[in-house]
C-alpha cells in the first residue's frame, strides 16, 4: 500500500509544480489579489460558491478572510453562500437546486463585490447561473475549475483553471492558491508593522 500512497503525493506534487511553472496561472492568481484587495478597500465583500468538496473549500476560505489567516487583524466580509441549509434548501425544493445560488447573487451583491466559484469542471449549474447573474451586476467573477475551464469560462472575469480532469489533485491545487490568495490579500489590507 506505500507505493499507492506515493503514488498519490507524487500526483499532487507534480501537478503543483505545473501549476507552480504556468505564468497564465500565476498572473491569473496575481489579479485576483489585486482585485480581492481593491474590493476591500472599497468597501466591497467576497463571496464564494460551490458543490460538494468544492463547496467545502469556499466555506474554509471565505473563513480564513472572515476571520484570519496568519495574524490578527478586522475581519473581513466574506461568506461561503451555501451556509444556510434552511434558504438552500427551500429553495432548492421551491424552485431547483440549480439557482440556490443566483437568487443569493441578486440578494447580496452590488457593483463591485466579488464572486468565487468553485467546480472542478467548470460545469457545476448552479455556480454557472450565479456567474451569469453577477455579471448582469456588475460583480467581478473569480472562477476555480480544472483545466477547460467548462461553461464557466466565459463568465469568469478571472480563471484559475488547473491544468487536470483529476478531481482530488484540483481541489489540492485550489486550496493551495486560495490560501496564497488569502494570505497576500491580508497581508496588503494589514501590513505588519
Known amino acids: ?38 474590493a476591500y478597500k472599497n468597501k466591497n465583500k467576497v463571496l464564494w460558491c460551490g458543490n460538494g468538496g468544492s463547496a467545502a473549500d469556499a466555506q474554509h476560505l471565505a473563513a480564513e478572510l472572515s476571520g484570519r489567516f496568519y495574524y490578527d487583524r478586522p475581519p473581513l466580509f466574506s461568506e461561503a453562500l451555501h451556509v444556510n441549509t434552511s434558504y438552500t434548501t427551500a429553495v432548492a425544493n421551491d424552485y431547483s437546486y440549480d439557482v440556490i445560488y443566483s437568487r443569493l447573487v441578486k440578494a447580496m451583491c452590488v457593483k463591485g463585490d466579488i464572486l468565487i466559484g468553485l467546480s472542478t469542471s467548470g460545469n457545476s449549474a448552479n455556480v454557472v447561473k450565479a456567474f451569469e447573474e453577477a455579471r448582469n451586476m456588475g460583480v467581478i467573477t473569480i472562477g476555480f475549475t480544472g483545466e477547460t475551464g467548462g461553461k464557466m469560462k466565459p463568465f469568469s472575469d478571472i480563471l484559475i483553471n488547473i491544468p487536470s480532469t483529476d478531481t482530488p489533485r484540483i481541489q489540492e491545487c485550489h486550496m493551495l492558491l486560495g490560501h496564497t490568495i488569502c494570505e497576500v490579500v491580508e497581508m496588503n489590507l494589514f501590513p505588519k508593522k
Open 1 to 38: 500500500m506505500i507505493p499507492f500512497i506515493q503514488t498519490k503525493i507524487q500526483s499532487s506534487i507534480t501537478l503543483k509544480t505545473t501549476v507552480m511553472n504556468d505564468k497564465a496561472i500565476l498572473n491569473s492568481v496575481n489579479e485576483a489579489i489585486a482585485k480581492i484587495s481593491a
